[in-house]
C-alpha cells in the first residue's frame, strides 16, 4: 500500500459548521464511560458502563424518538465485579451486548456475551473464553441466523513476551455455542481494543499491533465458515497507527477510519474503498480528516446508505470536543466538520450509528477528579448524545 496523504480534505477539514450545544445528557447523575449505540427499525439504545462510587456495572438506556431517555436505564450485568466497555448491537430477536469484568481481588479479567429483550432487559448470560487466561474487550454481530463474537486472550501471568490472542466463536441467537472457541490471530498485551463488522457471510474483526513491525499497525482479521485470513493494513513506518475501526457499505465498500502519530501527533484518517483492495494490499492513500495541534482520537465510523458518517474527539482550543463529518461512498467530504457537543468538559471517545436520514452519536463528557483521569476518580462524567446530518 502507498502511504501518501492525500490533502483532498484538508481545505473543508478547516472549516468547522455552526456552533454546537453540549448534546442531550442521558445517563442521569452516575459516572459513566465508554458508551455504544445500537438502532433498530423501532427504537435506539446507548450503553455505557459505570454506576455510583465503586461500582461499574453495564447500563442499557432505550431512547424515545426525541433521542430522550424513555425510562430509566437498566442493569445488564450484576454488579458484583466491575464490568467495562460494552459493545452493542440489534440482532433479530432484540439486542446482544458483550463486555468485560475484573475481579477486584485477583486482577482477573473475563469476557461475557448477554441476550436482551426488545426492550433492553437480559435474557440470558453466556461466558467468552478460550480458558488460556485474561479475557477482554469483546466484540458481537449478528450474522445470519447466528452470533459472531471476537475477544482478546492473554496468560493471566506476564512472561514479558507483550504477546495475545484473538479468539473466535459462534453463538446461537439464544446464546448457545454453536462449536468451540478457535484462536484466529495473533495481538499484544497492549491492544486495548477490538472493532467488528460483518461482510457478506464473513466476519471482518480489526485491531492495532505490533507484529513483526517497529510500532502498533492496523490488523485485520476476516473469518469465514471454518477459515480466517489475517492481512496488515498499515505500513511498517515507525509510528503507531492504531484504534482501527471498519465498517460496511453497500456493494462490499469498506470504510475504515483510525488515528495515526506519523504527522507529529495523532491525526484521524479515513479509507473508502472495496473490501477486497484492503484484502490485497491494494488499498488506496489515506486522507487525513483532522488538521489540529492537539491529538484527534477515537475515531469512529458508520453507514447510512451510501454515506459515511465520522465521529472523533478533538481539541482545537483547549476544549476536547466531538466532532463528525459525512462523506461518499467514495471518501469525498459532503460538508464541513461540525462540532457536535461543545460542552465545558472534556470528552471522551464517541460512539457512532445510522439512525433516520442521519447519524447518532454519544461519547462521555468528563471532569477529572483529584485522583487523576482514571475512570472511577472522575469528579463526573456524563453520556451524551447529539445528531450528526449528512452534508450540509
Not at 50 to 60: A, D, K
Request: hydrophobic share 40%; glycine share 12%; proline share 7%.
Amino acid at each position: 500500500m502507498s502511504w501518501r496523504v492525500s490533502l483532498i480534505a484538508a481545505i473543508p477539514a478547516l472549516i468547522l459548521a455552526g456552533c454546537a450545544d453540549e448534546g442531550v445528557p442521558i445517563s442521569g447523575d452516575m459516572l459513566a464511560y465508554e458508551p455504544s449505540l445500537a438502532v433498530t427499525p423501532q427504537a435506539a439504545f446507548a450503553a455505557w458502563h459505570g454506576g455510583t462510587g465503586e461500582r461499574s456495572l453495564i447500563y442499557v438506556q432505550p431512547l424515545d424518538e426525541a433521542d430522550r431517555p424513555a425510562g430509566e436505564p437498566i442493569a445488564v450485568s450484576d454488579g458484583r465485579y466491575l464490568a467495562y466497555e460494552p459493545d452493542l448491537v440489534a440482532t433479530a430477536r432484540g439486542l446482544a451486548v458483550a463486555w468485560y469484568q475484573k475481579y477486584p481481588a485477583s486482577g482477573r479479567l473475563t469476557a461475557w456475551l448477554a441476550g436482551l429483550t426488545p426492550q433492553g432487559r437480559r435474557q440470558w448470560l453466556s461466558p467468552l473464553t478460550a480458558g488460556t487466561g485474561q479475557a477482554r474487550n469483546p466484540v458481537v454481530r449478528p450474522l445470519g441466523d447466528h452470533l459472531e463474537a471476537a475477544w482478546i486472550e492473554q496468560p493471566a501471568e506476564d512472561d514479558g513476551s507483550n504477546t495475545a490472542a484473538i479468539w473466535h466463536q459462534r453463538l446461537s441467537l439464544a446464546g448457545e455455542p454453536l462449536g468451540p472457541p478457535r484462536e484466529i490471530g495473533q495481538a499484544n498485551r497492549d491492544t486495548w481494543n477490538l472493532n467488528a463488522a460483518v461482510a457478506g457471510g464473513s466476519l471482518v474483526v480489526t485491531y492495532d499491533a505490533a507484529l513483526d513491525t517497529r510500532a502498533h499497525e492496523l490488523q485485520m482479521i476476516v473469518v469465514r465458515g471454518g477459515a480466517s485470513v489475517h492481512q496488515r493494513l498499515s505500513g511498517d513506518d515507525g509510528h503507531a497507527s492504531v484504534y482501527p475501526d471498519l465498517q460496511m457499505g453497500p456493494s462490499g465498500q469498506a470504510a475504515l477510519t483510525w488515528f495515526d502519530e506519523r504527522d507529529g501527533n495523532n491525526e484521524v484518517y479515513l479509507i473508502a474503498a472495496p473490501l477486497d483492495r484492503l484484502m490485497d494490499g491494494k488499498a488506496p492513500a489515506p486522507v487525513r480528516i483532522s488538521h489540529s495541534e492537539a491529538d484527534s482520537i477515537g475515531a469512529y465510523v458508520a453507514w447510512n446508505g451510501r454515506t459515511i458518517g465520522l465521529a472523533w474527539s478533538d481539541d482545537l482550543s483547549g476544549q476536547r470536543d466531538i466532532f463528525g463529518q459525512t462523506f461518499t461512498a467514495s471518501g469525498t467530504p459532503l460538508g464541513p466538520i461540525r462540532n457536535l457537543g461543545a460542552s465545558r468538559e472534556h470528552a471522551g471517545v464517541p460512539a457512532i450509528r445510522a439512525s433516520g436520514d442521519g447519524f447518532l452519536v454519544v461519547w462521555n463528557d468528563y471532569v477529572a477528579g483529584a485522583g487523576g483521569g482514571r475512570h472511577m476518580n472522575m469528579a463526573s462524567s456524563t453520556i451524551r448524545l447529539a445528531r450528526l446530518p449528512i452534508g450540509n
